[in-house]
């Protein structure tokens, strides 16, 4: 849009100002509104209806009680590209194993979850960055004049500015020698002469062709932020050369690379060596100009953002026209208290028209008490779904055949959950080195991880013999997805199985 065209919006923006200071008041007294509803310690839920007409869903979650918390998913587990419904990713992630408190054990009970930011419609694939239980998933883009909504281990919330990775700052270290080797980037397909690392998120396997080299390192801890000196540390599992697409178990990384870069991995591992990688991103404000003094070190979750509306308490003055125009929203908001999730529904002219993000931006100084406020991807993909029940009316309609219509979810990239982690429990039915035999009638799935969410590896036959092997993490026997699993060796395989297949 030229300048000319935004000072044409500027008096109607004036004007809707003035408008707003009647519709939201400063008292969230007007309206018919419904009081915030505990849904589980530290995660509430809250209905408002309010002259407009507007509807909206929100979630707030207490920043001070340490058993709550917020991730974010990823459609199908893989940012190779996939897209799922919210309700299918809540399903996806509930009841998983999390890193939440710096340690593997502990599962996720989603109980809030929103859609997240825009993606490419064609292959899944999320625009921006993410960061999805401490691993580093998809880099944000190189100078672009924001990141995404973040939220650390340290229970900080920010919202990024402009990031530059410096690539001699993303580097592998091997420990055995000291040497040094840049890598180019994570979770993208390798280009020629490139060294590449892929996490478990971003497919079963690396996708890659059966040239170069493939170190697989298991971690003592995701693949996080972490600038050097600091590091992510791990152990040499396997040598891989001239073999490509490598399964990636769910605790470990593989390093990937091809032509001149392969031979700097070839002189410098070997099956056992320790291995660290060290991830920096340097942080500016959204002119890229000057620093940020938010740090990205260690963020726990994140997922790209577009518009922020409410920097400090101050209503921010947007002039594009997607700002202006009222549309279905959804948008993150916060303040030293809380962490809010909100949706609103739009198109609907006798009941929710929808918002601008200057109404988005009073809503939440007004009737929330936030500081701080950004939108995620709006329109047919706003999308709140609590405890599995989908909240809001999605603006995505079919017709059906009786010529009647209804709301549906619509497929996304990703998405941003409120999370409480249940404890860690364990199974004491085997020991390490005991010997086990696959007893279903059929065929069972061994997995990359430890939990149905997890791709299958292979499947082995009835009556196949193994070896309970003792996981480096101490998740032996791990509670997840309603059961219990082991880490197994069978013959060439190595994968997690549930213990109602083994005895």
Known sequence: MSIREKNQFRPALIGLFLLLSFVFPQSNSTGEERAWQTIVTGIQYRFFILPGPFNVYVARLDRNNPQVTIDSSIAQGRVSGGLETVRAMAERYDESVSYWGEQWGGRSQVVVAINGFFYNPETGIPSSGQISSSWYVKRFDERENGSGFAWTLERAAFIGGCVVHNRSRQVITFLEN???????????????????????????TTQTPDEGIEVLVELDRPLMILPTPG??????????????????????????ASGSAAEILRKNVQIGDPIGISQEIRHLDPSCKEPNTNEWSKTFASVGASYVFLKDGVIQRLGETGQILRSARTAVAYNQDFIYFFVVDGRDRLNSLGMSMVELAVFSKNYLGA???TALDGGGSSTMVIQGQL????????????????????????????VNILPMEVSTRFDPGNAVTITADSEVNMRLGPGTN???????LPGSKGVIIDHANGLNGILAKNLNWWKVSFGEYEGWVSEEYLR
């Open 178 to 204: 000291g040497e040094v080797q840049p890598f180019d980037d994570i979770n993208v397909p390798r280009a020629d002469n490139k060294v590449i690392l892929y996490t478990p998120q971003y497919d079963a």
């Open 231 to 256: 590091m992510v540390t791990g152990a040499v599992l396997a040598v891989r050369d001239g073999q490509g697409s490598t399964p990636i178990p769910f605790d470990a990384i593989v390093i990937s």
């Open 371 to 373: 500081s701080w406020g």
């Open 391 to 418: 909240k809001n009316n999605p603006t995505t309609e079919v017709q059906e055949e009786n010529s009647s219509s209804r709301h549906i979810e619509r497929a996304v990239a990703n998405g941003l959950m409120m």
């Open 454 to 460: 997890f791709p299958v590896l292979t499947t082995l």
